[in-house]
């Protein structure tokens, strides 16, 4: 299948009415077994993927490589085209870069480094993004530690994105490769896009600039619509006025508004978007906490059999996961209430707590060599009494995903984009 760019697929977007309206799901590829469930669904449903990694998640080994299976940009590619031949999936996919540029690495910015370092290092792995034919590249360089709790100048949010578009696009020409879509802008408040208005001057300066030096447009513009993820729910107050006014500016510029932390929405939310002209949403968290909870459910079936007689011994899942997780220190970024700033020992203490922080922060671990071999125990275990553990857990995440897709019209936007 000839795949088109994103820039054509939001386009073909932009132009659809009626029942054709979709909005585009990016998913966050927290595991191989998410992988497989995507392609299963895409497969029978015929939308296009969109996997969206952070820095944090897969990256070049030089900058720290990434958690999710140790991927960089190279293994990553690989693990992806290995999986949609084991699924015989020959669908569209589009590999995107999810908030890349500048301090996007915690520690990176942890560390506090000078902008001129940042923007170096952000550059490096955009390049390595880019040779490993990445399809979106998302320039936000506005997790500057030196702003925490500001606003990032807009001149000066513009100023870095064009230059680090600039380098892309020079290294792209120099070495030959294919033309890459690129999506700008940040959900953060410290982004400064908050209102129609400021959303606005934002694409208007920015476009004028690409303009001025033969640049090319994005093709999403993110926009921050309310919505912001903590535990395991969505606590934001999603503005359905505000979703409607800056898609309405989007398109009056050709491009798409992009929303981020679509997790744990409620379907209402969910089914207007594409009424509402949201061309994509990323949902990445839930899915992890999906395949975590599938794991736990899983030791709870082998507890029981255990129980029976049936199973002569059992895996240390859950244990295993629980103490990595709650050492992992990941969930803290989720927490509320200033749960952040308790101690493991504290938390080991409340076995609901415990639990919780396992769902929010479980898929951290996954490529942990420990929680690896508990979970080989596991399927082994299972598979003795006929139940096929890995498919189990791949329909937990794919029935979540079928959630997205139906809510968003994706059915069958494939064969609507290609014609």
């Not at 030196?146 to 070495?175: C, F, P, Q």
């Not at 857990?393 to 979540?400: F, N």
Request: some cysteine; aromatic content about 8%.
């Amino acid at each position: 299948m000839h795949k088109i760019t994103l820039n054509e697929v939001v386009q073909k977007m932009l132009s659809f009415t009626g029942n054709d309206k979709a909005s585009m799901l990016g998913i966050g590829p927290m595991s191989v077994n998410l992988l497989k469930a995507s392609m299963l669904l895409a497969k029978e449903k015929d939308f296009p993927l969109m996997f969206i990694a952070s820095r944090n998640q897969v990256d070049a080994d030089e900058l720290g490589g990434g958690y999710v299976c140790n991927w960089d940009q190279q293994h990553f590619a690989a693990a992806i085209k290995k999986v949609a031949q084991e699924m015989n999936y020959n669908g569209l996919y589009y590999l995107c870069r999810d908030h890349g540029g500048p301090w996007q690495r915690d520690n990176e910015r942890n560390a506090h480094l000078p902008e001129k370092k940042a923007m170096l290092l952000g550059k490096k792995s955009y390049f390595t993004d880019l040779i490993n034919n990445f399809d979106l590249l998302h320039i936000d360089p506005t997790k500057d530690p030196y702003t925490v709790g500001k606003v990032v100048d807009m001149d000066v949010n513009i100023n870095r994105t064009i230059e680090l578009i600039e380098y892309v696009e020079k290294e792209r020409i120099a070495h030959n490769l294919p033309a890459v879509s690129y999506e700008v802008g940040t959900e953060e408040t410290n982004g400064g896009l908050t209102s129609s208005e400021n959303y606005e001057k934002f694409i208007k300066k920015l476009t004028a600039q690409l303009d001025e030096k033969d640049l090319p447009h994005p093709a999403f513009i993110v926009g921050n619509t309310g919505t912001l993820t903590r535990l395991t729910e969505n606590v934001g107050h999603v503005d359905s006025a505000a979703s409607k006014e800056l898609s309405s500016v989007a398109r009056k510029y050709g491009v798409g508004l992009k929303e981020h932390n679509g997790d744990y929405l409620d379907d209402t939310i969910l089914l207007e978007h594409p009424a509402l002209g949201v061309t994509a949403m990323n949902v990445a968290p839930e899915f992890g906490t999906v395949e975590t909870q599938a794991y736990l459910k899983l030791t709870q079936v082998e507890s029981r059999l255990s129980a029976q007689g049936i199973l002569k011994e059992t895996s240390k899942l859950e244990h295993t996961l629980q103490t990595e997780a709650v050492k992992s220190g990941r969930w803290k970024k989720w927490m509320v209430d200033g749960k952040n700033q308790l101690s493991p020992e504290e938390i080991f203490k409340d076995k609901k707590l415990t639990t919780l922080i396992t769902e929010i922060s479980g898929h951290y671990t996954f490529n942990n060599d420990c929680v690896k071999q508990e979970i080989e125990k596991l399927y082994k275990n299972l598979s003795t009494s006929g139940i096929n553990g890995e498919k189990y857990v791949i329909y937990k995440i794919k029935d979540s995903i079928d959630r997205y897709v139906e809510c968003f019209n994706l059915r069958g936007l494939t064969s609507k984009l290609m014609k």
